[in-house]
């Protein structure tokens, strides 16, 4: 078999697919570097690079290492076939994005279309599974059923769909029970809807190892010191848990808190707050509300007086970030029943493909 010096795989990959890893990886088996080149249109419900990107982490290829190289960009032309100003509409985008220097030799593709593009760009093709039949999977069929399809999709993939669903509220305000819970829901629905995670706090976590400090063998206390370097923790490894579960979760994760809660919270504690808004990564946000639910002391409580005040800056803090949230009130099967629905309803939206030109 010849061996290429740099394969092309050219494509929407719209949404990334097992099938688009499997050409990938087909593509760097006959070529020493293979370039990635992802196109869409300015509507498309994600962008050229991030679909680029997560096809390059499933297929197990990093920019740069072995030479890869994965480029994106916007191509507003329509699929005609038949047209040659079309044809040539394309291959001048693509042309563009490519550049000049160490151009690809074969083109790699699953696609009718790519011996003609190939001729176009002057260089050989080799097809790949063009029958189907080795992955039964398209890109239409996946934005025609994500959720049935979700197998379909590798983690990086998957972390790009994910739709996530941040539970915050003051002490005691049950979000724990509620993540918990809406997310038992979910799983019971089966098939992809089992693997529903849900990202757990380590604020609490490593409220537990300052509490396990200052008490240096005796009595825990109930508050403790909070500084600056403190919150910046809990973002960073909330973000970090949040990320590899996203890669393992059903449609919807779950997550306990996230960097916008938390930023009230070091308000709180420090009277002010350092954490950006682009920290924030909830789909949909979930206030739970204070009013009729008992405060319950756990140990790590020191707030029952402040539980109306904190509910006020949350649903500030929503508000000014311009994220989508909900106020979760009445009693429990009632919140859990809101939250599953606003869950639904973000998921929906977000899984909405809008039709490729």
């Known amino acids: 078999m010849k061996r290429f010096a740099n394969a092309l ?6 949404p990334p697919h097992a099938g688009h890893v499997a050409l990938v990886q087909h593509a760097e088996s006959l070529a020493d570097r293979v370039t990635i080149a992802c196109f869409g249109t300015s509507s498309d419900r994600m962008t050229p690079l991030r679909r680029a990107t997560a096809l390059a982490n499933d297929a197990g290829i990093r920019a740069g290492r072995r030479q890869h190289r994965v480029i994106s960009g ?20 693509l042309n563009a994005h490519l550049g000049a ?33 080795a992955h039964p999977i398209s890109g239409t069929r996946v934005r025609a059923d994500p959720i049935g399809h979700w197998n379909h999709l590798g983690p990086a993939a998957q972390r790009l769909l994910t739709t996530r669903v941040v539970v915050l509220g003051a002490e005691s305000t049950g979000t724990s029970t509620i993540a918990q819970a809406l997310a038992e829901r979910l799983r ?78 070091e308000q709180r504690y420090t009277g002010q707050s ?22 319950v002391q756990d140990g790590m409580r020191d707030g029952e007086h402040l539980r109306a005040e904190m509910t006020e800056q949350f649903a500030q803090r929503l508000t000014w970030a311009e994220v989508p949230w909900v106020m979760l009130t009445g009693s429990l099967a009632e919140r859990i029943n809101l939250a599953e629905r606003m869950a639904d309803q973000a998921c929906e939206a977000k899984l909405a493909f809008t039709t490729p030109v």
């Open 9 to 14: 795989v050219y494509g929407k990959f719209y």
């Open 74 to 93: 916007i191509d507003e032309a329509p699929f005609d076939l038949g047209s040659d100003t079309v044809w040539a509409a394309h291959v001048a985008v």
């Open 101 to 133: 220097d160490e151009r690809p030799d074969v083109l790699v593709t699953s696609e009718a279309y790519g011996p003609e593009l190939a001729r176009r760009l002057g260089i050989a093709h080799e097809f790949f599974d063009i029958e189907r039949s």
């Open 188 to 265: 019971g629905r089966g098939g992809a809807w089992g693997r529903t995670l849900v990202v757990e706090e380590y604020g609490r976590e490593l409220t537990e190892r300052k509490q396990r400090e200052a008490a240096n063998g005796g009595p825990l206390p109930v508050s403790v010191e909070w500084t600056r370097e403190d919150f910046a923790e809990v973002v960073r490894e909330q973000r970090n848990r949040e990320h590899e579960a996203a890669a393992r979760s059903g449609p919807v994760l779950v997550c306990d808190t996230d960097a916008l809660a938390t930023m009230v919270w």
């Open 274 to 295: 350092t954490i950006t808004s682009s920290s924030y990564n909830g789909d949909i946000y979930v206030l739970t509300d204070h009013a009729g639910v008992p405060f």
